[in-house]
């Protein structure tokens, strides 16, 4: 038989922070960068820097749509390696990754410990700017964007930026005019899932947000807090002009015609027109 030794790679470089060692002297200098918080790699688009030049490299991909990874299999396309073979792995169906605790399967290594960080509750990602943490590094760095002011996603159609690739495609609906949630009990289509949701409590009767003031209770939050307006007597739209304030933004719009003069409602018997549609209505009765 055949003696066969395991050799160990060996990690002359070690950090004197926290205790990682290294087998090049290069990866432990790139290491010691999380403890100094230097970054000395900038991007010349919007200014945001790295602490190493291949995460650089991949932060441009956002400014110029590069994506140099391919799929044999189809014709999508990736900015990052790591993106590719996560996206193979749903061509093959393999999972090879599963978590003890649930059992839960995933095709990366990646995603399995993301995953087991619901269980742990880690939050090993921690912003420098606020006590902010998170359980992975995506969320980090789309939550430093808040500080930082960065918008790296672009429409190639308008120009708009945004801090979010999600929101960078819920944007582009308004030119495409796509509307990929639909409801199933009345075929109405929406460009937001969060719509649809909203549309959803029509059917139902939902009325998820309640007053803790009074006994009324409303299907979307945004009316819950109109409605609030009237406890607290808050008026946060003023008129310009003259200084008059409003609990509603409609109550704004109505209010600024007697300064323009607009009179956007018109009879369809007499072509009298009128500043608010309620106006109109009253006046509709006089032919009647």
Do not use: W
């Amino acid at each position: 038989m055949i003696n066969q030794q395991t050799q160990t790679t060996e990690k002359p470089y070690s950090c004197d922070v926290c205790g990682s060692s290294f087998t090049v002297k290069s990866s432990l200098k790139t290491h010691q960068r999380t403890h100094s918080g230097v970054k000395p790699y900038s991007c010349e688009v919007c200014g945001a820097s790295f602490t190493q030049s291949s995460t650089l490299k991949m932060h441009v991909r956002t400014h110029t749509g590069e994506r140099p990874f391919s799929c044999d299999l189809c014709d999508a396309s990736f900015s990052e390696k790591s993106s590719l073979k996560r996206h193979q792995a749903r061509h093959t169906g393999e999972k090879r990754y599963s978590c003890d605790v649930c059992g839960s399967c995933f095709s990366a290594n990646s995603n399995l410990k993301t995953h087991q960080r619901t269980h742990t509750r880690e939050k090993p990602y921690s912003c420098e700017l606020c006590e902010m943490s998170f359980s992975d590094k995506a969320s980090l760095r789309r939550h430093q964007r808040i500080h930082t002011g960065e918008k790296p996603y672009c429409c190639h159609i308008c120009g708009s930026s945004f801090s979010e690739n999600s929101n960078l495609k819920t944007h582009q609906r308004t030119h495409t005019k796509e509307k990929p949630f639909s409801c199933q009990v009345c075929g109405s289509s929406f460009s937001e899932n969060s719509s649809l949701k909203r549309h959803l409590r029509t059917h139902t009767k939902e009325k998820p947000y309640s007053c803790k003031l009074c006994s009324r209770s409303f299907s979307d939050n945004s009316h819950l807090k109109r409605h609030q307006r009237k406890h607290t007597g808050d008026k946060p739209y003023s008129c310009e002009i003259c200084g008059s304030c409003f609990s509603l933004s409609t109550s704004l719009t109505n209010h600024m015609r007697v300064h323009t003069g607009e009179k956007p409602y018109s009879c369809g018997v007499c072509a009298s027109s009128f500043s608010q549609s309620a106006i109109l209505k009253k006046h509709m009765k006089t032919h009647l």
